[in-house]
C-alpha cells in the first residue's frame, strides 16, 4: 500500500485555516483595568477558540508568591537591618500562594522601621525622606500585585507605595505602578493590586505615606505616624506559558517513510508555532509530516498488530508540562490520536511519571491542545507511544478519504511553564525519607533545598499532585491504609526545577480485636541454604529483639540488633543473588494450632540482602496440602525495623511455606548488599474477631452483667459518669460474670481488652 499512501500525498491540499468543529470566539477579560504602562499589557487580555477538542486557552498562568532574593535601600534610613523585609524571620510559617492570608509576623526586629522620627508631627508632613528600596527577584516574573504584612498595629505602617518595574536588571524602569492598603494590617498581610501585569526581575519602591497620613484609626492605647514601618514584602506574579519546540528526537520503535526530524522542525507551518498563534497555524501535507513505511491494508493498523510508534523527545531544558500539542495528518484516518506519555528529568535516565492525551476529533491540517491527564510533569525528556489512529477511534473521514491502516502526524509540541532564568536552580541537601507509621497516626516528610529564591513547593502522591501541599515539609494527619504509597516534591524557582526522590509511606494497620501475634514454633528449610552461625531457627525464637516477645501491641516499635539473625550460606558477589539463579530460599512455620491469618510480620536485615518479596502458602491440614497462597512484598528496606504485610484476605493454617523471591539488591533499593538474602525475625498475624457484648438481667433489685464464657482476655470496668473522669475495675467478676446491687444513681459498664 505504500503506491497509495504516496498518492494520497500528492493529491491532498492544505485548508485554509485551522479546522474548528465549532467555531466561536470568546474574549476573556481577566483584569478591569489596564495601565498605559504595562510592559506586557497583551496578557492582560485573553482570546480563546472553541475547538481542536474543546476550550483552548492562548495563555495560563499560575499565580506563585514571589520572595525577592535581594534588597538595597536607596533612600532613607533603617534601625534595623533591611534584610528582614525579605527574610522569614518572625512569619508564623513560610508563606506561600497559598496560606500568606492567614501567615502573621512578630514584633520587634523581625520588622523595619526607619531610624529618623518626626514626633509629634506625622514623617510625610514633616517633610523627611521618602523610604525607597530596590528589590532582587531572582529572575523574570509577570507581576500583578504587591503583598506587605503590616506593623503591628501603630500608625507607623506604610500604606502607599510607588513601584517602578525592570526586566533588565535594573538597567531601566520604563513601567511604574501605585498601591494601596486600604486598612492596618497589623501583624497580618495586605494584597495590593497594581492594577496591571508589569514585567520585571527587578522592582524599585518608594513608600509615600504611612496609617496616620492615611487617616487610619489607631488600635486602643497606640500612637504613631512620626515613623513608617512594615514588616515583609512580596510579590504575586504569574509564571507564564510557553509553546515548547523539542531540540532533540529518536524513534524508539516502529518504523518512517521520512526523516523523523520533520516532527519537531518548522518544516510546512504556515508560520513559526508560538503560545499566541500556534492555534492559527496550519501545516502542509506531503513530507513535511511523518507517517509510517508500515501499513496494513485493509486492516486497522493497530488491529493488525503492527508495531506501535514510540518517540523520544529531548527539550533542553526542564519545564513543568500540561499539555501535548500535535499538528494533524492532513484530513486523513492515519492520524495519530491516543498518546501515551513518559516523563524524565534527569535527561532520559528514568521515566516515573506517565501519563496519557487524546484527541477528540480530526486535526486535519490544523493543530490540537491534548491535555495530559493528572495534571503538570517536570521533565527535561519525554518519551511518547501512539497508541490509537482516528479510524480506531472510530472519526468519520472527510469526503473521499480513508486510511487507517498506517500512523502519522505532522508536528509535535509541549505547552508548559518557563523552567529556566537567572539564578541557582534547585537542589536537594536533604531529601524525604521512607517512614513506617502506625494506621491513624501522622506522618511527616520533610526536604531541604538550596537554590535562587524564591522556591515553590509542591507535593505529589503517586505522581499527582496534592492539594495545597505547597510547603518543604508535608505532614500527613490520621493515615489511613490508601495514604500508603510514594510521595515526592517538585520544587521550582526561576532557574529550574528539581524533583526529589520517591519516599514510600508503609502504613501499618491498627491492631484490632481478637488479633494476636504468632510465633511459629518449628521451622523448616525446604531450598537454599544457611550461613553457619546465622541458623534458621533465629528467624522464630526472637532471639536480637530489644522486647521479646514482640506483641500485636509493641511489634511497630520493637527492633532487632545485628544478634540472632538469618542468611544465605550461598554468595553471588557481584551479582544480585536472584539474578545470578542461586535457589530462593523456602521455609515451612509450624504453628502451634489451627488460626487465620491476616499479615506476615518481617524484621528485615542492614543491608540489601534483605529480603523483600515473599510467596506464601497455607496448609489447615499439617502440610498435606497446601491449596491457598498469596504473594506480598515490603514497600522499602527496612533495615533491623519490622514491617507489616497485610494479606488481603484472612487463610486458615496451621502450617505456612514461605519462599523469598527477591532482596533489597533486586528491588533496586539504594545500599549495597544484594548477594545474599537475609532475614532477622518471621512473624504472624491471626485475623480480627467479632468484639463481645455484655448482657445486663435484672431481677429485683439485683443486676446480672455476664459476656459468653467462651471470649477471654478481658476486664469489666465501671464509671459513676459519662464521659468518664477514670474507669475502675470491677472487683467479684468469676466465669465472666457478676451479679451487683447497685447503688443510688446511674452507674456504665464497658469491656476492655487487656
Not at 513535511?288 to 508495531?307: E, I, K, L, M
Not at 504468632?518 to 541454604?529: K, N, S
Not at 544457611?530 to 514482640?550: C, D, H, Q, R
Not at 499479615?599 to 540482602?609: E, F, I, K, S
Request: aromatic share 10%; charged share 10%.
Amino acid at each position: 500500500m505504500l503506491i497509495n499512501e504516496n498518492k494520497r500525498r500528492m493529491n491532498e491540499k492544505p485548508t485554509h485555516g485551522h479546522h474548528v468543529d465549532n467555531p466561536m470566539n470568546t474574549t476573556i477579560n481577566i483584569r478591569s483595568t489596564i495601565r498605559n504602562g504595562s510592559a506586557s499589557m497583551k496578557l492582560l487580555m485573553i482570546i480563546a477558540a472553541l475547538g481542536s477538542g474543546g476550550f483552548i486557552p492562548a495563555s495560563h498562568a499560575a499565580e506563585q508568591l514571589i520572595q525577592p532574593v535581594g534588597i538595597t535601600q536607596l533612600a532613607g534610613d533603617a534601625m534595623d537591618p533591611i534584610v528582614v523585609l525579605i527574610s522569614n524571620d518572625g512569619l508564623s510559617e513560610p508563606a506561600t500562594i497559598d496560606n500568606y492570608m492567614t501567615v502573621t509576623n512578630g514584633g520587634g526586629a523581625t520588622r523595619w522601621v526607619t531610624a529618623t522620627g518626626t514626633w509629634p508631627t506625622n514623617y510625610f508632613v514633616a517633610g523627611a525622606t521618602p523610604p525607597k528600596f530596590e528589590f532582587a527577584l531572582g529572575g523574570s516574573f509577570l507581576l500583578t500585585d504587591l503583598v506587605i504584612w503590616g506593623y503591628s498595629g501603630n500608625l507607623n505602617e506604610a500604606t502607599d507605595f510607588h513601584l517602578e518595574f525592570s526586566n533588565d536588571n535594573g538597567a531601566t524602569y520604563p513601567s511604574n505602578a501605585v498601591a494601596s492598603s486600604t486598612h492596618l494590617l497589623g501583624f497580618g498581610s495586605g494584597r495590593l493590586p497594581l492594577g496591571g501585569s508589569f514585567l520585571a526581575n527587578r522592582v524599585r519602591i518608594t513608600i509615600t505615606n504611612n496609617a496616620q497620613g492615611r487617616g487610619f484609626p489607631p488600635p486602643p492605647g497606640e500612637g504613631g505616624g512620626d515613623r513608617v514601618g512594615m514588616a515583609k514584602v512580596r510579590f504575586i506574579g504569574l509564571s507564564t506559558e510557553q509553546l515548547i519546540q523539542p531540540v532533540g528526537i529518536t524513534q524508539l520503535a516502529g518504523d518512517a517513510i521520512d526523516p523523523i526530524v520533520v516532527l519537531i522542525s518548522n518544516d510546512g507551518l504556515s508560520e513559526p508555532a508560538t503560545i499566541d498563534n500556534y492555534m492559527t497555524v496550519t501545516n502542509g501535507g506531503g513530507a513535511t509530516r511523518w507517517v509510517t513505511s508500515t501499513g496494513t491494508w485493509p486492516t486497522n493498523y493497530f488491529v493488525a498488530g503492527a508495531t506501535p510508534p514510540k518517540f523520544k523527545f529531548t527539550l533542553g531544558g526542564s519545564f513543568s508540562l500540561s499539555d501535548l500539542v500535535i499538528w494533524g495528518y492532513s484530513g486523513n484516518l492515519n492520524e495519530a490520536t491516543d498518546f501515551f506519555v513518559e516523563f524524565s528529568n534527569d535527561n532520559g535516565v528514568t521515566y516515573p511519571s506517565n501519563t496519557t492525551a487524546a484527541s477528540t476529533h480530526l486535526l486535519g491540517f490544523g493543530s490540537g491542545r491534548l491535555p495530559f491527564v493528572g495534571g503538570s510533569f517536570v521533565a527535561n525528556s519525554i518519551r511518547m507511544t501512539i497508541t490509537n489512529n482516528a479510524q480506531g477511534r472510530g472519526f468519520p473521514p472527510p469526503p473521499g478519504e480513508g486510511g487507517g491502516d498506517r500512523v502519522g502526524m505532522a508536528k509535535v509540541r509541549f505547552i508548559g511553564l518557563s523552567a529556566v532564568g537567572p539564578g541557582v536552580p534547585p537542589t536537594f541537601t536533604y531529601q524525604p525519607a521512607s517512614q513506617r507509621v502506625m494506621e491513624a497516626t501522622a506522618a511527616i516528610f520533610t526536604v531541604t533545598v538550596a537554590g535562587s529564591q524564591p522556591l515553590s513547593y509542591q507535593w505529589q502522591f503517586n505522581s499527582n499532585n496534592i492539594a495545597r501541599a505547597t510547603n518543604a515539609t508535608l505532614t500527613l494527619n490520621n493515615v489511613q491504609p490508601a495514604s500508603a504509597g510514594k510521595y515526592r516534591v517538585n520544587v521550582t524557582n526561576s532557574a529550574g526545577f528539581s524533583v526529589s526522590d520517591e519516599a514510600v509511606l508503609a502504613v501499618f494497620p491498627a491492631p484490632q480485636f481478637g488479633q494476636v501475634m504468632l510465633a511459629p514454633v518449628a521451622i523448616t528449610q525446604l531450598a537454599g541454604d544457611s550461613l553457619p552461625g546465622y541458623m534458621i531457627v533465629y528467624l522464630i525464637n526472637g532471639e536480637g529483639l530489644l522486647t521479646n516477645p514482640a506483641t500485636i501491641q509493641n511489634y511497630f516499635s520493637d527492633t532487632h540488633t545485628n544478634v540472632g539473625r538469618w542468611v544465605t550460606a550461598t554468595g553471588t558477589w557481584p551479582a544480585n543473588y536472584f539474578a545470578a539463579g542461586a535457589t530462593p530460599p523456602e521455609f515451612e512455620f509450624t504453628l502451634d494450632d489451627t488460626y487465620g491469618l491476616s499479615d506476615l510480620v518481617v524484621w528485615g536485615y542492614d543491608n540489601n540482602n534483605e529480603g523483600t518479596d515473599f510467596h506464601l502458602e497455607f496448609s489447615s491440614d499439617n502440610g498435606a496440602s497446601y491449596p491457598s497462597s498469596v504473594n506480598v512484598a515490603s514497600p522499602f528496606r527496612t533495615g533491623w525495623d519490622s514491617m507489616c504485610l497485610p494479606f488481603g484476605s484472612a487463610f486458615k493454617a496451621n502450617r505456612v511455606r514461605m519462599t523469598i523471591t527477591n532482596n533489597g539488591g533486586g528491588r533496586g533499593f539504594p545500599g549495597a548488599g544484594g548477594d545474599r538474602v537475609a532475614l532477622s525475625e518471621v512473624r504472624f498475624i491471626t485475623a480480627a474477631k467479632s468484639l463481645p457484648s455484655l448482657s445486663v438481667i435484672r431481677t429485683g433489685d439485683a443486676v446480672t452483667i455476664s459476656w459468653p464464657i467462651i471470649v477471654t482476655g478481658f476486664t469489666l470496668q465501671s464509671s459513676p459518669q459519662l464521659p468518664a473522669s477514670s474507669w475502675l475495675p470491677v472487683p467479684g467478676v468469676v466465669n465472666n460474670q457478676i451479679t451487683i446491687n447497685p447503688a443510688t444513681g446511674s452507674q456504665f459498664f464497658r469491656l476492655v481488652n487487656q
